[in-house]
């Protein structure tokens, strides 16, 4: 069982983690041209998603304990197969490897192959997925990702490079 005062630290500092993740976003989203909604500039992204991040971040300590929400007939499946430390240590560093090479690919070979990459990597993370799963996440992905930002957006990512 564990302690309602850990969990509701916990929650206040991760909260906090991220509004100040968001509000650093914002500031360094400053730096560049904003523009507005018609005509979006480089910095217009990074401010929403600061947005968003501080907006998280504030309502993360306010949200409900998922066990104070249960009802008390209905049981909670506590007898479900837990991740041991070592699944969770996978995921964490697959998710942490995925980042990396996301800057790295997407450095030297353009927006394309570090999505695969990104995706790929965080999907072998979870021990459920085989890596002919987590291919095929990272291909959907990375044909969302083309849609989305080169074809919907029109935002002038190098899809492909070299060096």
């Known amino acids: 069982m564990r302690s309602k005062t850990l969990a509701i630290k916990r929650d206040v500092w991760g909260g906090a983690l991220i509004a100040l993740c968001g509000a650093l976003t914002i500031i360094e989203a400053n730096s560049y041209a904003v523009g507005e909604l018609a005509r979006m500039g ?3 992204f990074p401010m929403l998603v600061g947005c968003f991040l501080v907006a998280l971040g504030v309502l993360i300590p306010l949200s409900p304990d998922p066990d104070d929400l249960a009802q008390p007939d209905e049981a909670v499946d506590h007898g ?4 041991t430390r070592a699944e969770r240590l996978r995921g964490m560093a ?3 490897a995925g980042i990396g090479a996301f800057i790295v690919i ?7 192959p570090a999505t695969f990459a990104l995706v790929f990597i965080a999907a072998m993370g979870d021990t459920s997925n ?10 959907a992905m ?3 990702g083309w849609l989305v930002f080169s074809w919907g957006l029109q935002l002038q990512f190098p899809m492909f490079r070299w060096g």
């Open 106 to 112: 997407g450095n030297f070979l353009g927006f394309l």
């Open 94 to 96: 697959c998710i942490a």
């Open 80 to 83: 479900a197969p837990q991740p």
């Open 130 to 139: 085989s890596w002919r799963s987590a291919a095929l996440l990272a291909t």
């Open 142 to 144: 990375t044909v969302f």
């Open 42 to 44: 480089p910095g217009y």
